[in-house]
């Protein structure tokens, strides 16, 4: 139910209006749910294998073995990667500030997707500069044809580790969505400043506290300083 990403697939496909763009999705029921078959062809990403296959029960022994719940789903990317052509737009967000078996499974991905003549491009990515200190996770970013950060801090963070020659800098594309013209509430007659603060809200990350309170003193320097209101 991750509306952004859908978002992130409406833009893609306004800004590539002239050509066959195909959607890879890990939940094809909601993406249908959400119409993004009128704009693109909709696939799952991976295999539907019955309980008791060959592939399902040795996806099951490697993760027992590795304690990996993402490592062990390339063993149902038999299809995808069967008939690799064409660019490949691996929507990143923060994917790689996760947990490190995540960053291996993009890698993964990346690097067959590559190995079979198919070229990607890491989109929208935001990338901690202490995840560039990893060797692993330079040798995979440089396999891309395309890197675009999201944001200047990662911009700067990959330019500083040494992907110059395909590192760029530009916002996500959900933000060329055509807007559609609704009757406003009385709070969006002055310009609005809107925050967006995702997955930490969820209070899973230990710098939830302090992440509060930093957005109490932002709003209250808005409303105090500004004539902004706050969505």
Same mark, same amino acid.
């Not at 506290?209 to 300083?225: A, C, P, V």
């Given at each position: 139910?991750?509306?952004?990403?859908?978002?992130?697939? *409406?833009?893609?496909?306004?800004?590539?209006?002239? *050509?066959?763009?195909?959607?890879?999705?890990? #939940?094809?029921?909601? #993406?249908?749910? !959400?119409?993004?078959?009128?704009?693109?062809?909709?696939?799952?990403?991976? #295999?539907?294998?019955?309980?008791?296959?060959?592939?399902?029960?040795?996806?099951?022994?490697?993760?027992?073995?590795?304690?990996?719940?993402?490592?062990?789903?390339?063993?149902?990317?038999?299809?995808?990667? +069967?008939?690799?052509?064409?660019?490949?737009?691996?929507?990143?967000?923060?994917? !790689?500030?996760?947990?490190? #078996?995540? *960053?291996?499974?993009?890698?993964?991905?990346?690097?067959?997707?590559?190995?079979?003549?198919?070229?990607?491009?890491?989109?929208?990515?935001?990338?901690?500069?202490?995840?560039?200190?990893?060797?692993?996770?330079?040798?995979?970013?440089?396999?891309?044809?395309?890197?675009?950060? *999201?944001?200047?801090?990662?911009?700067? @963070?990959?330019?500083?580790?040494?992907?110059?020659?395909?590192? !760029?800098? @530009?916002?996500?594309? @959900?933000?060329?969505?055509?807007? +559609?013209?609704?009757?406003?509430?009385?709070?969006?007659?002055?310009?609005?400043?809107?925050?967006?603060?995702?997955?930490?809200?969820?209070?899973?990350?230990?710098?939830?506290?302090?992440?509060?309170?930093?957005?109490?003193?932002?709003?209250? !320097?808005?409303?105090?300083?500004?004539?902004?209101?706050?969505?």
């Amino acid at each position: 139910y991750n509306h952004g990403n859908e978002a992130i697939v *409406r833009g893609i496909c306004e800004l590539f209006s002239n *050509r066959k763009i195909t959607l890879y999705t890990f #939940d094809p029921k909601i #993406d249908l749910l !959400y119409n993004l078959n009128e704009v693109c062809e909709v696939l799952p990403f991976f #295999d539907s294998h019955q309980k008791f296959s060959f592939q399902h029960l040795k996806a099951s022994i490697f993760q027992r073995i590795f304690k990996s719940k993402w490592l062990q789903k390339k063993f149902y990317l038999t299809k995808f990667l +069967k008939n690799i052509d064409g660019i490949y737009l691996l929507e990143a967000g923060d994917q !790689y500030c996760e947990k490190n #078996d995540l *960053r291996k499974f993009y890698a993964f991905v990346n690097k067959r997707i590559v190995k079979k003549g198919g070229k990607t491009v890491l989109l929208g990515c935001t990338i901690n500069e202490e995840i560039l200190q990893d060797k692993e996770v330079i040798k995979d970013l440089h396999t891309y044809s395309l890197i675009i950060a *999201r944001e200047s801090i990662t911009y700067t @963070a990959l330019i500083k580790a040494g992907l110059i020659n395909n590192t !760029y800098l @530009a916002p996500d594309p @959900a933000f060329l969505m055509k807007p +559609k013209i609704i009757n406003l509430p009385d709070i969006f007659k002055n310009e609005v400043v809107g925050l967006n603060y995702g997955f930490l809200a969820q209070g899973n990350e230990k710098y939830y506290n302090l992440m509060i309170k930093n957005y109490e003193n932002l709003i209250l !320097y808005i409303l105090n300083s500004t004539n902004y209101n706050i969505v």
